[in-house]
């Protein structure tokens, strides 16, 4: 009844001239506060935006960090802004990040990008009645490779190692979260083939260090240790990108250190989270994802909220 609903309301669209795009258009969140500075790296403005989050503080903070290949997408795109919808209603204080992409910018560029965020959002938390001792990564694709690197490199404040006449206090601020989740992301470039997107990341490392020794660096999951924080890996089993034995394989790995590593497998799932909602019997992921940070973070809020519908097809 609900899909037939669904194709009446696209053909009435069709007959008074608008567009499924614009229909898409009008469901594009909007943030609380857009384009927040959190600093400036080689003449670029570095943004983020922010969504307010609902109850009490002070909150716990999650991060995003969007995908688009190492070389597109923006704070707003929407597989991975989609968390900033039901994160927020559950009381996190939500940044959804900008960062410089490749190949005008190639590995580490985007990593240090991340790392500065994380510093930045950390020092003024208090202005968002947000604790910030109480910080995740929640990242796509490109983005979930970038808060697996950020999480496992789990980086205290770094002025001298950048700069030993450094002025700015956010640089000694701590990059470390204390939770992290990827979404359909790479922890190793080692066991799949590098695409055209992985060599505009890598191949200024490549030519300088070797391929051998460019993927062992760029890949997060050399930085595996022990005092490393809990990671949540969400990955669909039809993945056209990643193969699932990225998930796997990072879970191994931070086992062996006794770090905690969880998986939320999608069967059925492609790259990105949009059409999730429509696989038959997909896992309810985004309560789970919830519960998880929730648990790591030691935060009670109501879930549910900003959930996308299951729609059968």
């Not at 989050?53 to 997408?73: D, E, V």
């Not at 996190?92 to 910018?105: C, E, I, K």
């Not at 997060?220 to 669909?236: A, H």
């Not at 998986?263 to 985004?286: C, F, S, Y």
Request: with cysteine; aromatic share 8%.
């Amino acid at each position: 009844m609900r899909s037939r609903c669904l194709r009446l309301l696209l053909f009435v669209l069709l007959l008074t001239g608008v567009s499924v795009a614009r229909l898409q258009a009008a469901e594009t969140r909007t943030p609380t506060k857009d384009g927040l500075v959190y600093g400036t790296a080689d003449g670029q403005t570095l943004t983020m935006d922010y969504y307010a989050p609902l109850g009490k503080g002070p909150h716990p903070i999650a991060i995003i960090i969007h995908g688009g290949g190492y070389h597109g997408g923006d704070a707003k795109s929407g597989s991975e802004a989609y968390v900033a919808d039901f994160l927020a209603p559950a009381g996190y204080a939500v940044f959804s990040v900008n960062y410089r992409l490749a190949p005008a910018y190639p590995y580490p560029y985007m990593v240090q990008d991340v790392q500065r965020a994380v510093r930045f959002i950390r020092y003024h938390a208090r202005e968002y009645d947000a604790d910030p001792n109480k910080i995740a990564l929640v990242g796509g694709s490109a983005g979930g490779f970038l808060s697996n690197m950020v999480g496992l490199l789990n980086a205290g404040g770094d002025a001298s190692a950048v700069d030993p006449h450094a002025t700015d206090p956010i640089d000694r601020v701590s990059a470390k979260a204390q939770a992290v989740v990827s979404l359909y992301a790479q922890s190793s470039f080692a066991f799949v083939p590098l695409n055209a997107d992985v060599h505009r990341l890598l191949d200024p490392l490549i030519a300088a260090k070797g391929e051998k020794e460019a993927i062992r660096e760029a890949s997060p999951i050399t930085y595996v240790k022990k005092d490393d924080p809990p990671l949540l890996e969400i990955l669909g089993d039809q993945d056209e990108y990643i193969p699932f034995s990225e998930a796997t394989n990072l879970q191994t790995a931070m086992h062996a250190v006794g770090v905690r590593c969880d998986i939320i497998r999608i069967p059925g799932g492609k790259h990105g989270t949009g059409g999730w909602n429509k696989l038959p019997g997909v896992a309810d992921w985004e309560r789970e994802m919830t519960e998880w940070l929730n648990a790591r973070l030691h935060h009670k809020g109501p879930i549910g909220a900003g959930i996308r519908a299951r729609v059968a097809e």
